[in-house]
């Protein structure tokens, strides 16, 4: 369909174009009212018949273009920083200084000679920094105070000794404690350890019939009997004299001590004290 049959229609035009039309047949002679009627009926049906023009489209505006994507790049995750296991007690100790310093004089009063300040900071899991200022805070509080024992730094460790003024109350005691008697029990028990070594805590105590702790211990200490190895069967400790024993009592081998059948009371009067009981 092309542009003219979309113009709108001049119904005045057309009219008169009609009737100029009708006038030049009329002049003619070739008029006829009829005919034109007819003709413009028909026009009028063909008229009605046409759709109406359509309306052109409105512009379609184009779309805006889209934004370009922001790259939103994800953080990296950050991992946690792993704590040590004793994170826990290196925080407490340099939070509260008298629990490391308590925990200093618990060691020190354990040890058997001068330890180092970087044995004691892993003991404690402390910085070695801060062991070694309570160390040094340590002395000075027992100097200060004028306590009984000192702290000293001996070569490359620490260690407790008793201060120097009171050597002689030291040296008194332990004179004296040397050359104490040996009770009843410690003389019994040391008798049967002599006669029966190596023996073991247990036999000596069932054969007193009473516990030994107490004098085994005396006895160690005095240094006149020492461990000399294990039990096979039970795996208690077994138990000598020392040469000190020996020392004391004047012989020079256990061959010396006296035979126990001549010290023993005859069979009869164990049975008649029995008995009597």
């Known amino acids: 369909m092309s542009e003219e049959d979309h113009r709108p229609i001049s119904w005045e035009a057309l009219a008169a174009e009609l009737a100029a039309g009708r006038a030049e047949a009329e002049e003619r002679g070739e008029a006829d009212p009829a005919t034109w009627d007819a003709v413009a009926a028909e026009l009028a049906a063909r ?14 505006a184009e779309p805006a273009p889209l934004p370009a994507p922001v790259q939103v790049q994800a953080p990296e995750p950050t991992a946690d920083p792993v ?11 340099e939070a509260d200084p008298a629990v490391l310093r308590a925990g200093l004089e618990a060691l020190l009063f354990v040890v058997d ?3 180092d300040d970087v044995t004691l900071a892993a003991a404690l899991r402390a910085p070695v920094p801060r062991v070694r200022a309570a160390l040094a805070e340590l002395a000075g509080d027992y100097d200060r105070r004028g306590a009984g024992i000192t702290l000293r730094r001996v070569g490359e460790g620490w260690r407790l000794y008793t201060r120097e003024e009171h050597a002689e109350v030291v040296e008194r005691y332990l004179v004296d404690g040397q050359r104490s008697r040996l009770t009843q029990a410690a003389l019994e028990t040391l008798a049967v350890i002599a006669y029966r070594q190596p023996v073991t805590r247990a036999r000596v105590a069932a054969i007193r019939g009473v516990g030994v702790d107490g004098v085994m211990r005396t006895l160690l200490s005095r240094g006149l009997v020492r461990e000399v190895g294990s039990d096979p069967d039970s795996g208690g400790g077994l138990y000598a004299t020392t040469p000190l024993f020996l020392e004391r009592l004047g012989l020079s ?8 059948g001549p010290l023993l009371p005859e069979p009869s009067s164990l049975l008649d004290e029995h008995l009597g009981g």
Do not use: Y
Not at 47 to 60: D, H, L, Q, S
Not at 84 to 92: G, K
């Open 253 to 260: 081998g256990l061959d010396e001590l006296p035979e126990l």
């Open 47 to 60: 008229v009605a018949e046409r759709p109406p023009p359509a309306a052109e489209p409105a512009p379609v």
């Open 113 to 115: 000679g001068p330890v």
């Open 83 to 93: 704590q040590p296991p004793e994170a826990d007690a290196v925080a407490e100790a």
